[in-house]
């Protein structure tokens, strides 16, 4: 391009973005839509979600008893993060917690001491247990209630063994517990810590400004329609310019207006509520190519619109249905299989994986510039599979659930290892293994029972705890022992809700289909990521009849009625033991979770053993499906029997292995 030609399309473009700007400022509407809305909405949401932490009320009724109700109160009231609000009845106080204005209430008995003296109830809570935070506040109410009462719970006994009142005993016990030192607790992070400044809001920063910078985008292409039925493009043409500077004059001018508008709601959204908006310049591109096909978008709404008022009424409602394709109002993970395929094709969805990845995995310009910018000039290039995103270094991001989805779309195979220690742990994690479970195959790896019957939580929440001390890369998932969630939702949320808090896992498991789907849904919607496990069971081995194949024949039928259950109750994946390949490669087909097998056959989308099986540690018969790659079993024995034999014969310790 000459000089002359260039500066002649430099001026168009400066004259169309002061006519385009001056259309803004005159017009209150587009003002309106472009700079007040955005504000106010990210600011109400920033307000709502906008806090990183986790703090609630809990309200109670004033209560005449000065005892346990006031001492209560007021250990929940230094409890971090904790307020407390006083009601003076209970009609105030069940209004406060429909309103949803405290997370729970609690409602005291009138002899209140006296019952609980007695063992029996005598705070009623009430709680909505759908609304967020009911659960978190059911459980600082729960450790402050066991808390206050341990003296209370130690004194009954004490009167029970000796045969002295329980008035005597209660004082003793309170002078032992004032007198006991505080509980020294050492408190160390461990795995992947969030960062501090990515806020709630940062949830739904992202989808707004996608959203918002599409549709006013669109919008601009009424401003187009406008100046076309007004004569102003006719009368530029009758100047020194060419139709293409004309467009690339519009085209330009919507995109800094685009451009602009992103960097006012990521302003505002990094200075009023702290997000966090990743690489810099990562972001900086995102925001540029989704700018330009946003003002793209524009002009070919111009071009092909003849109405503006048409166009301006159109515009909001096409944008917020190809922004929900895209994933700006639920997360495409979400999506079945078929609705993801149509959302590849919405700029939205790229956008949104590019912010993901930027905000939420901590990636830079390379996890996003190629994509964008293929979309942005109409080339297909394909996503980079996730285990090549997050490769096996131990300085890399943590593997998440929502990679599990996206290697079955891509058609990566995931692996995964039981796993019970730090040592083993460190080694699998380094090796680039997707996920270690925590199995209660420790059982018979670990504590050597015939059967994985016997484990208990207790048993199985140290080794979970030093199998995520050791893991950088790899998801850490808790295996629920027999007997630990059986009993209803309730049950298996609370053991759900120990092994996360006490382990730090990043998922757990249970046994069972579609008869403990509600099990699955109660953790899931509390925030637990679940993995099911169907076909053998081992924990129901007895009611199995042994060690049997399971999906054969009308059973087929059956197991997929269960992976349906888990899945449809919000699993992430399911773990199909000892089915037939056939049986498995249809479920694994009919499902958009992974399927993970173990003993299932090659078709389902990954793979999970237990290491001491196919490290050759296991001894006597082992299943068909395990594939030893190792004896180290064989080698340790060889190792153990030369040294006990150089110790005898007086060989070790040798004199380079003397101190001076």
């Given at each position: 391009?000459s000089?002359?030609?260039?500066?002649?399309?430099?001026a168009a473009?400066r004259?169309?973005?002061?006519?385009?700007?001056?259309?803004?400022?005159?017009?209150?509407?587009?003002?309106?839509?472009?700079?007040?809305l955005?504000?106010?909405?990210?600011?109400?949401i920033?307000?709502t979600?906008?806090s990183?932490g986790?703090?609630?009320?809990?309200g109670?009724?004033?209560?005449?008893d000065?005892?346990?109700p006031?001492?209560?109160?007021?250990?929940?009231?230094?409890?971090?993060?904790?307020?407390?609000v006083?009601?003076?009845?209970a009609?105030?106080?069940r209004?406060?917690?429909?309103r949803?204005?405290?997370a729970?209430?609690?409602?005291?008995?009138?002899?209140?001491?006296?019952?609980?003296?007695a063992?029996?109830?005598a705070?009623?809570?009430?709680?909505?247990?759908?609304?967020?935070?009911?659960?978190?506040?059911?459980?600082?109410?729960?450790?402050?209630?066991?808390?206050e009462?341990?003296?209370?719970?130690?004194?009954?006994?004490?009167?029970?063994?000796?045969?002295?009142?329980?008035?005597?005993?209660?004082?003793v016990?309170?002078?032992?517990a004032?007198?006991?030192?505080?509980?020294?607790?050492?408190?160390?992070?461990?795995g992947?810590q969030r960062d501090?400044?990515?806020s709630?809001f940062?949830?739904t920063?992202?989808?707004?400004?996608?959203?918002?910078?599409?549709?006013?985008a669109?919008?601009?292409?009424?401003?187009?329609?406008?100046?076309?039925?007004?004569?102003v493009?006719?009368?530029a043409?009758?100047?020194?310019?060419?139709?293409?500077?004309?467009?690339?004059?519009?085209?330009?001018?919507?995109?800094l207006?685009s451009l602009?508008?992103s960097?006012?709601?990521?302003a505002?959204g990094?200075i009023?509520?702290?997000v966090?908006?990743?690489?810099?310049?990562?972001?900086?591109?995102?925001?540029v190519?989704?700018?330009?096909?946003g003002?793209?978008?524009?002009?070919?709404?111009g071009?092909?619109?003849?109405?503006?008022?048409?166009?301006?009424s159109?515009?909001?409602p096409?944008?917020?249905?190809?922004?929900?394709?895209?994933?700006c109002?639920v997360?495409?993970?979400?999506?079945?299989?078929?609705?993801?395929?149509?959302?590849r094709?919405?700029p939205?969805?790229?956008?949104?994986?590019?912010?993901e990845r930027l905000?939420?995995d901590g990636?830079?310009?390379a996890?996003?510039?190629p994509?964008g910018?293929?979309?942005?000039?109409?080339?297909?290039?394909?996503?980079?599979?996730?285990?090549q995103?997050?490769p096996?270094?131990?300085?890399?991001?943590r593997?998440?659930?929502?990679h599990?989805?996206r290697?079955?779309?891509?058609?990566i195979k995931?692996?995964?290892?039981?796993?019970?220690d730090?040592l083993?742990a460190s080694i699998?994690d380094?090796?680039?293994?997707?996920?270690?479970?925590?199995?209660?195959?420790?059982?018979?790896?670990?504590?050597g029972?015939?059967?994985?019957?016997?484990?208990?939580n207790?048993?199985?929440?140290p080794?979970c705890?030093?199998?995520?001390?050791?893991?950088?890369?790899?998801?850490?998932?808790?295996?629920?022992?027999?007997g630990s969630?059986?009993?209803?939702p309730?049950?298996?949320?609370?053991?759900?809700i120990?092994?996360m808090?006490e382990?730090?896992?990043?998922a757990v498991?249970l046994?069972?289909g579609a008869?403990?789907?509600?099990?699955v849904?109660?953790?899931?919607q509390?925030?637990?990521?679940?993995?099911?496990?169907?076909?053998?069971?081992?924990?129901s081995?007895?009611?199995?009849?042994?060690?049997?194949i399971q999906?054969r024949?009308?059973?087929a039928?059956?197991l997929?009625?269960?992976?349906?259950a888990?899945?449809?109750a919000?699993?992430f994946?399911?773990?199909?033991?000892?089915?037939?390949?056939?049986?498995?490669?249809?479920?694994?087909?009919?499902l958009?979770?992974?399927?993970?097998?173990v003993?299932?056959?090659?078709?389902?989308d990954?793979?999970?053993?237990?290491?001491?099986?196919?490290?050759g540690?296991?001894t006597?018969r082992?299943?068909?499906f395990?594939k030893?790659?190792?004896?180290?079993?064989d080698?340790?024995y060889?190792?153990a029997?030369?040294?006990?034999?150089?110790?005898?014969?007086?060989?070790?310790?040798?004199?380079?292995h003397?101190?001076?």
């Amino acid at each position: 391009m000459s000089g002359a030609r260039f500066r002649t399309a430099l001026a168009a473009v400066r004259s169309f973005t002061r006519v385009v700007a001056r259309q803004i400022v005159g017009d209150r509407v587009t003002l309106f839509f472009l700079v007040v809305l955005p504000v106010v909405v990210i600011t109400v949401i920033g307000l709502t979600f906008g806090s990183a932490g986790s703090s609630f009320d809990i309200g109670y009724v004033r209560s005449a008893d000065d005892g346990f109700p006031a001492r209560l109160v007021e250990r929940l009231d230094d409890a971090d993060g904790v307020g407390v609000v006083a009601f003076d009845d209970a009609d105030d106080l069940r209004a406060a917690v429909r309103r949803q204005t405290v997370a729970l209430g609690l409602e005291f008995a009138d002899d209140v001491d006296a019952r609980l003296a007695a063992g029996e109830p005598a705070i009623t809570v009430v709680a909505d247990a759908a609304t967020q935070g009911a659960q978190g506040a059911l459980d600082v109410v729960r450790a402050a209630v066991a808390a206050e009462l341990g003296p209370d719970d130690a004194a009954r006994f004490a009167a029970s063994l000796t045969g002295t009142s329980f008035e005597t005993a209660q004082q003793v016990a309170g002078t032992v517990a004032e007198a006991l030192p505080p509980l020294d607790v050492a408190v160390t992070d461990v795995g992947e810590q969030r960062d501090e400044s990515l806020s709630q809001f940062a949830l739904t920063a992202p989808q707004n400004l996608v959203l918002f910078v599409f549709i006013n985008a669109m919008a601009g292409g009424a401003a187009l329609v406008r100046m076309r039925r007004r004569g102003v493009l006719r009368r530029a043409l009758a100047g020194p310019v060419s139709a293409t500077d004309i467009v690339l004059g519009v085209t330009a001018a919507w995109f800094l207006v685009s451009l602009l508008q992103s960097a006012l709601i990521m302003a505002v959204g990094s200075i009023a509520f702290g997000v966090s908006w990743g690489d810099p310049i990562g972001a900086f591109l995102l925001a540029v190519v989704f700018a330009a096909v946003g003002a793209g978008a524009g002009l070919l709404v111009g071009a092909v619109g003849g109405d503006e008022d048409r166009v301006s009424s159109i515009s909001p409602p096409v944008g917020i249905v190809l922004g929900a394709l895209g994933g700006c109002m639920v997360p495409l993970e979400i999506f079945p299989d078929a609705m993801r395929t149509v959302s590849r094709l919405v700029p939205h969805s790229w956008a949104m994986t590019g912010w993901e990845r930027l905000v939420f995995d901590g990636e830079g310009v390379a996890a996003i510039g190629p994509t964008g910018c293929a979309y942005a000039v109409g080339v297909t290039i394909e996503e980079a599979p996730y285990a090549q995103n997050i490769p096996a270094d131990e300085s890399l991001k943590r593997v998440r659930i929502r990679h599990f989805r996206r290697a079955k779309q891509q058609g990566i195979k995931i692996t995964g290892l039981t796993s019970y220690d730090f040592l083993s742990a460190s080694i699998f994690d380094r090796a680039g293994i997707d996920f270690l479970l925590v199995g209660d195959s420790a059982g018979n790896a670990v504590f050597g029972y015939d059967t994985t019957l016997p484990v208990t939580n207790d048993e199985l929440i140290p080794l979970c705890r030093a199998v995520v001390r050791a893991v950088k890369r790899a998801l850490v998932v808790a295996d629920m022992p027999f007997g630990s969630y059986e009993v209803g939702p309730d049950e298996a949320l609370h053991t759900a809700i120990r092994f996360m808090k006490e382990t730090g896992a990043h998922a757990v498991k249970l046994e069972g289909g579609a008869w403990f789907a509600p099990h699955v849904r109660a953790m899931v919607q509390a925030g637990v990521p679940v993995v099911a496990h169907i076909g053998f069971t081992p924990q129901s081995e007895h009611g199995l009849g042994g060690h049997l194949i399971q999906g054969r024949g009308e059973g087929a039928a059956a197991l997929l009625e269960d992976a349906r259950a888990v899945e449809e109750a919000g699993a992430f994946a399911v773990v199909l033991e000892m089915v037939p390949s056939a049986v498995a490669a249809q479920v694994t087909k009919a499902l958009s979770i992974p399927t993970i097998s173990v003993g299932a056959g090659p078709d389902c989308d990954g793979q999970l053993m237990v290491w001491t099986d196919w490290a050759g540690f296991t001894t006597g018969r082992i299943p068909r499906f395990v594939k030893q790659y190792a004896q180290i079993a064989d080698v340790l024995y060889d190792a153990a029997v030369a040294y006990r034999e150089d110790v005898e014969a007086s060989v070790y310790p040798a004199p380079e292995h003397e101190y001076e």
